[in-house]
């Protein structure tokens, strides 16, 4: 079975700042995706950034990049220079079209 | 940019009741998702729909639920006998492929369905 975690349930950090949400999977195949997905207070899922597992090179998109550690099962997400409209729900997955999704990290942003 | 559009946007309904969630995919995609987000919790997969037919389920997409896609652009999710734990916020999805093709899937902005 394929698992998802995200160990931090809350995480805060200054406009401006840079801040980084962890993700840990679990999975015996040997390619897939991963994605981080935002969920805003209207509840919309939003994605975010993706990136393939036979990638070695981290994807990033603007001021978000990912820090795959394809041995390590890990994932994190990398914000830079975080902006009050980032402030949301976010959620990692794992899969091709099945999604399997962690428990969330809610991100405040402190102005 | 392409949407998946849902609606109702938010449903209440008495326990018991039928429940239609309707969906309109990314046109050129052809492959269509449910998900399910209880309040609190993480979202969940429920079922694949492709070429008119379920091509996955989870264990949560019991009998009480069936999915079609009655013509060329809905695609809908009905519940035929609402109870309490139904209560979530649904999300439908769509992508253009299957499997790792490159294809991402692209959410709604979901269905929040009170059962009281």
């Known amino acids: 079975a394929q698992t998802v975690t995200q160990s931090q349930p809350e995480m805060s950090v200054q406009e401006a700042e840079t801040v980084t949400l962890s993700c840990t999977y679990d999975?015996?195949?040997?390619?897939?995706?991963l994605f981080w997905y935002k969920q805003p207070p209207s509840r919309q899922m939003i994605l975010v950034i993706r990136q393939e597992a036979y990638k070695q090179q981290n994807a990033t998109e603007n001021r978000f990049s990912v820090n795959f550690q394809k041995a390590a099962k890990s994932f994190s997400l990398k914000i830079s220079d975080s902006q009050l409209g980032d402030a949301a729900m976010y959620f990692c997955?794992?899969?091709?079209?099945?999604?399997?999704f962690g428990q969330g990290t809610r991100l405040t942003i402190n102005p | 940019e392409p949407e998946v559009t849902q609606t109702p946007s938010h449903q209440v309904t008495q326990m018991g009741q039928e429940v239609i969630l309707r969906c309109v995919p990314i046109?050129?995609?052809?492959?269509f998702y449910w998900y399910r987000q209880i309040l609190g919790q993480k979202v969940e997969f429920l079922v694949s729909f492709y070429n008119n037919e379920i091509s996955e389920k989870s264990e949560i997409f019991d009998d009480q639920f069936s999915v079609e896609r009655p013509d060329g652009s809905n695609f809908t999710l009905k519940i035929r006998s609402t109870k309490l734990e139904d209560s979530a916020m649904y999300f439908c999805?769509?992508?253009?492929?299957?499997?790792?093709?490159?294809?991402?899937?692209?959410f709604g902005e979901g269905s929040w369905l009170t059962v009281v």
């Open positions: 997955a794992l899969g091709a079209q099945k999604l399997v």
């Open positions: 999975t015996s195949e040997s390619d897939y995706y």
């Open positions: 999805a769509s992508s253009e492929g299957w499997g790792l093709s490159g294809n991402t899937i692209y």
């Open positions: 046109s050129n995609h052809l492959y």
